[in-house]
């Protein structure tokens, strides 16, 4: 069994097929003879590259086309030639000298770290084709498919996914790349199980059946019947809910918002492509993280701008900056807090350095007249409606209309009715209100049964802020990861909770949770879970009142 | 020499889609067009692998310079090409 990072929650199972190892120069490549003539077939072998790379990119659709244009830019790149020819006119070996040229470039793209880095690939890759033009082999990369086949390779270059016939690839494996390499963002779009770093992969023998599971981190060799028997069950009851793309709502009709948590554009670009409602939970402070100074005004601006229109006039609701305590910031971070977690976190950075707060708000009200699209915007770590006025205040100032703020303190969840006459949404932090009502650090791994969403007294709190929210007639959602369990999502909506957001992938099997029970029956859901005296017996008794069909199909 | 100074608008710096807009249009022009960033060494602006090589961000200033008749028109052209957002119209 190997194991490595997973990509998505797929897995397939089916023969090994490696793509071709890169040609690599003869130890015994000669000193070009007639160095004219080498010359002239070392120019003919960057030509025909290029050409074929350019063809390929007119056949190619999507984020392909530019990826292939680049790098035949770079097959016919003039400094490259000049130099690999000038090596070549001094008596150097061909392939010997285009290593040796494209060495020193692979060593200034390292250096150069950062963006240069990813293409350092789509340069080995002209390589390799030039150099297997040059020695009459084989273009490196992919076999042709003719059927089922798990690609496995150190990495794949754009242009070798590009040349990937995706409908026979069960499965990618590979020894290098990363989560967010290109390769496995190719495999998440395509929703093709993938699964990188794995140490050992090269050693996989052609023809090996692997089975390959993206949601353990897993390729398993010589696979027994029942692996099959078990990637094929959840394949189906995967298909079988992703197939509902409805909006969300109960069986009798209640409409229940379904949003993504997201925290970048590719996450955005990712969600845009599901059937969500849009983005309930936008975590800025991604932006924010590991850096040394805090972001420009048209830094985020590009970046939100970005975001709305990857979602196309969805709705996205956009929390400002939530650093402090677990995700501290080397700019606003406070020094030598005893208590981090009850410090100045979120909102209440305001109080020490406000223009973080401005420059965002400025930067969200740039995005919003940039592309037309209003995103609805909220603070976290409020306590006080007067806090919940402030924000507000900051916010429609900047020309945002739709203003809401987090409940994730147990003083806003209490006074929900005065926090929401203040504004026009709330939306609960379920991990933080825990955190808070249960008075347990959510870190701790030793208190995680006090932690637990299903504690009754947490439920209480998610009651009473669902109740505000309908006696106002204003959204109340619940963006924390509990929204993504199934079952917690019926109780939510039992509660009264009018929208969930969670990642992506956990939306088809709430949806069908959700549209399986009336809202009568998501309220009897909810009071079988209040009823209990505990987390462990709430969550029993959620699940005895669910519907039948729905807890056997989540095996709950 | 003629020469001009302009700072990248592209977001993501002379990378990637700018670098290869900018250098395929200063292939196109047929003149030797060189390009530096801030004091650094100039090089051939045609080339992507070397104009991505100096790693240029969003911001900063590079110096285009060229020789031959049209330079001046040229240039300009290269320049109103990196004074805008590259990463933009897609």
Redesign the interface.
């Known amino acids: 069994m190997l194991t490595g990072a997973g990509v998505g929650r797929g897995a397939g199972i089916g023969p090994v097929v490696r793509v071709s190892p890169a040609p690599v120069a003869p130890t015994d490549e000669r000193a070009p003879a007639d160095r004219e003539a080498t010359a002239a077939r070392a120019t003919a072998a960057f030509d025909d590259v290029a050409a074929a790379l350019r063809a390929q990119a007119d056949g190619a659709e999507g984020a392909a086309v ?1 990826v292939l ?2 790098t035949a ?2 097959a016919q ?4 030639r000049t130099k690999v020819l000038a090596r070549i006119a001094d008596g150097e070996p061909p392939v010997a000298a285009l290593d040796a040229v494209v060495k020193t ?1 692979v060593d ?2 390292t250096a ?1 770290g ?3 880095l990813e ?1 350092v690939t789509d ?1 080995r890759s002209v390589r390799d084709r030039v150099a297997a033009h040059l020695l009459g082999v084989p273009v490196p990369g992919v076999p042709q498919l003719t059927g089922p086949a798990v690609v496995v390779a150190e990495d794949l270059a754009p242009a070798d996914t590009a040349a990937l016939d995706l409908r026979h690839v069960v499965a990618i494996v590979t020894e290098q790349g990363g989560t967010t390499s290109h390769t496995a963002i190719i495999a998440g779009q395509r929703s093709i199980p993938c699964v990188v770093r794995v140490t050992g992969a090269l050693d996989l023998e052609p023809g090996t059946v692997v089975a390959v599971d993206a949601a353990s981190g897993t390729v398993e060799v010589d696979p027994g019947p029942e692996v099959a028997e078990a990637f094929a069950e959840r394949a189906r009851l995967a298909a079988q809910l992703a197939e509902d793309t409805s909006a969300g709502a109960t069986a009798d009709g209640v409409p229940v918002g379904l949003l993504a948590n997201i925290g970048t554009v590719a996450d955005a670009e990712r969600a845009a492509g599901t059937a969500v409602e849009g983005v309930g939970l936008f975590r800025t402070e991604v932006l924010f993280l590991e850096r040394t100074t805090a972001p420009t005004r048209e ?1 985020q601006a ?1 970046v939100y701008a970005e975001v709305l229109r990857s979602l196309g006039g969805r709705k996205v609701v956009v929390r400002t900056l939530d650093a402090g305590a677990d995700k501290p910031l080397a700019f606003a971070t406070q020094p030598d807090e005893e208590n981090p977690a009850l410090g100045v976190r979120g909102y209440r950075l305001v109080r020490t350095a406000p223009e973080l707060l401005e420059t965002q708000l400025a930067a969200l009200a740039d995005a919003q007249r940039e592309t037309g699209i209003e995103p609805w915007v909220m603070a976290p770590m409020i306590s006080t409606p007067d806090e919940a006025r402030d924000f507000a205040t900051s916010a429609r100032a900047h020309g945002l209309t739709t203003v809401g703020v987090m409940v994730e303190v147990p003083a806003a969840a209490l006074r929900a009715e005065a926090i929401l006459a203040e504004v026009d949404f709330v939306s609960m932090g379920t991990n933080d209100l825990a955190q808070y009502v249960m008075a347990s650090d959510r870190l701790r791994g030793e208190l995680s049964d006090l932690i637990s969403m299903w504690q009754p007294a947490v439920l209480d709190l998610v009651a009473a802020t669902a109740r505000a929210g309908q006696q106002a007639g204003k959204p109340a959602g619940v963006c924390g990861e509990s929204a993504g369990d199934p079952v917690m999502a019926v109780v939510l909506v039992g509660l009264g909770v009018t929208s969930l957001s969670m990642s992506s992938g956990s939306v088809p099997a709430v949806r069908f949770a959700v549209s399986r029970h009336t809202q009568e029956q998501a309220r009897a859901v909810a009071a079988a879970a209040l009823g209990a005296r505990s987390a462990t017996d709430a969550r029993a008794a959620a699940v005895a009142a669910l519907a039948p069909e729905v807890a056997a199909l989540l095996g709950a | 020499m003629p020469a001009r100074t302009v700072a990248v608008a592209s977001r993501s710096g002379l990378h990637a889609r700018p670098a290869s807009l900018f250098t395929q249009a200063a292939a196109d022009s047929g003149l030797d067009v060189t390009i530096a960033h801030g004091e650094g060494e100039p090089v051939d602006a045609a080339s992507i692998l070397l104009v991505m090589s100096l790693g240029v961000p969003h911001g900063d200033e590079v110096t285009l310079a060229a020789e031959g008749e049209d330079a001046d028109r040229i240039l300009d052209e290269l320049v109103t090409l990196l004074a805008t957002d590259l990463d933009e119209e897609h």
């Open positions: 530019a244009q680049a830019q770079m790149d003039r400094a490259l470039f200034m793209f150069a950062g963006m240069l293409r340069l830094e590009a």
